[in-house]
């Protein structure tokens, strides 16, 4: 399903697709200046199909490479629209990474890039690189409407999944990056238009240093990766559980442990493991 909010000079397409919904997720991609920012996710590509058919874009800009913004780009592609993306964002749409059960059933599978898309640029958008979300992750940056499409970079302030990779310290810096940049508006691809974006990010950044903080404190005290995520992010981790990993507390805490040398590994070991660093 695509929704269509208009926000004056922006228009958000909110796709969601009744398993995405069962499972009490969607994205969103917009369309600025003519051109889409994310392509939505494999599942809803015929809607966007049929969207595409009344509103051709002049071209697109993807932020990053999971499936949810970037599982679309073949079929952009076979319809001859022009794709910017970062090299790091092709290579891993060309050669995706395995991803889990619950991926795949809220999103679906992006079939194999038949055509490659033409590369893209819009001279007032600017894909600036923010790894840390996944290391290819980029927003988009429109300088002279003070606007961000943040991809996921924001997500909300406290949020306490993440998937395997992140790097959760990385993501403190990027935030205030953009910050810096000073938004007057902030597109998010799961919240949508986010009201006060600076403070947000500022907030943001702040909550994960202060997690790292409580992280590294445990760690240094010679606490198992278990228990302190039960103290930092608090007990139970449905999501964590039914997606095995996927989206779980967990990964912020090995995100933060791996940054001190503490590898995955350690995860969830007996002290002994911890005494014998
Ligand atoms: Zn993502």
């Given amino acids: 399903m695509l929704t269509v909010i208009s926000h004056g000079d922006v228009t958000r397409l909110r796709c969601s697709s009744r398993m995405s919904r069962a499972m009490n997720y969607e994205v969103s991609a917009y369309l600025v200046r003519g051109v889409l920012v994310d392509t939505g996710f494999p599942a809803m590509g015929g809607d966007l199909s049929a969207w595409l058919a009344g509103v051709r874009p002049e071209g697109a800009l993807v932020t990053h ?11 952009l592609a076979a319809l001859g629209v022009p ?12 050669h995706p990474e395995p991803i889990g059960w619950y991926r795949r059933l809220c999103w ?10 033409a590369p893209y640029e819009h001279p007032a958008l600017t894909l600036i690189h923010t790894p840390g979300h996944s290391a290819d992750h980029h927003v988009v940056w429109d300088a002279e409407r003070e606007t961000v499409f943040g991809g996921d970079l924001f997500l909300g302030v406290k949020v306490r999944i993440a998937h395997p990779g992140e790097d959760i310290r990385g993501q403190v810096a990027v ?10 508006r902030f597109f998010d691809a ?14 943001k950044a ?5 997690v790292v903080g409580r992280i590294e404190r445990r760690a240094a005290e ?8 039960a103290e930092v992010l608090g007990a139970g981790d449905f999501t964590g559980l039914i997606s095995r990993g996927d989206y779980a ?12 040398g503490r590898g995955v590994s350690d995860a969830g070991k007996s002290t002994n493991a911890t005494a014998a660093q």
């Fill in 65 to 75: 490479h999971h499936e949810d913004h970037a599982g679309n780009v073949g079929r």
């Fill in 83 to 94: 794709v910017g993306l970062a090299p790091l964002t092709l290579e891993r749409i060309v």
């Fill in 108 to 117: 679906g599978s992006a079939r194999p890039l038949a055509v490659q898309p």
């Fill in 175 to 184: 935030l205030r990056r953009v910050a810096a940049l000073a938004p007057r």
């Fill in 190 to 203: 799961h919240r949508g238009a986010i009201e006060r974006p600076v403070e947000m990010l500022l907030a």
């Fill in 206 to 210: 702040q909550w994960i240093e202060e």
């Fill in 222 to 229: 010679g606490w198992t990766a278990r228990a302190i995520e």
């Fill in 249 to 260: 507390k967990r990964n912020i805490v090995e995100s933060v442990l791996a940054g001190i």
